[in-house]
């Protein structure tokens, strides 16, 4: 087994804003303007959001590739629970992260919907971010 490392760097730069490079991009996160933010960006919590969209397209267009039927587009709907107490160190008791994590997908193609929800378990499995929501990954922290 060959494992492939990826990186991105970034910095926190005027109040919430957050801009990290990754690969040949630029991405920008911040918070809304009723948290403190400037609403420069979305939330590194909607960002989550989005990957999982990005990452459940990608997954979907490989298999599709795999299996030779054509898939014309898919679309999300990607909804998360959580309690700010958490993130904000209001309550110990509370987990900062999601609760619970409901994508509702919609694919264009010409398979059944029993085959459709084949497809849509085999994206899951397969998705890299599904597979770290799911399981957990190490996170390794230290200073510079």
Known sequence: ??????????????????????GNHVIRM?????????????????????AVAGCFGTIGRF??????????????EIEADYDPDGL???RDDVRP???????????????????????LREIERRCPLADNLLHGTDLLTSLA
């Open 30 to 50: 911040d918070q809304p303007k009723n948290a403190a933010g400037q609403d420069l960006g979305p939330t590194p919590l909607e960002i989550i959001l989005a």
């Open 97 to 119: 992260g999601f609760q619970a994590l409901r994508v509702r997908v919609e694919m264009d193609c010409d398979l059944g919907r029993e085959e459709q929800q084949a497809v």
């Open 88 to 90: 904000l160190g209001r």
């Open 1 to 22: 087994m060959t494992l492939k490392t990826i990186r991105a760097s970034g910095s926190l730069d005027n109040a919430f804003t957050i801009t990290v490079a990754a």
């Open 63 to 76: 298999i599709a590739h795999q299996r030779k039927f054509e898939l014309r587009g898919m679309r999300f």
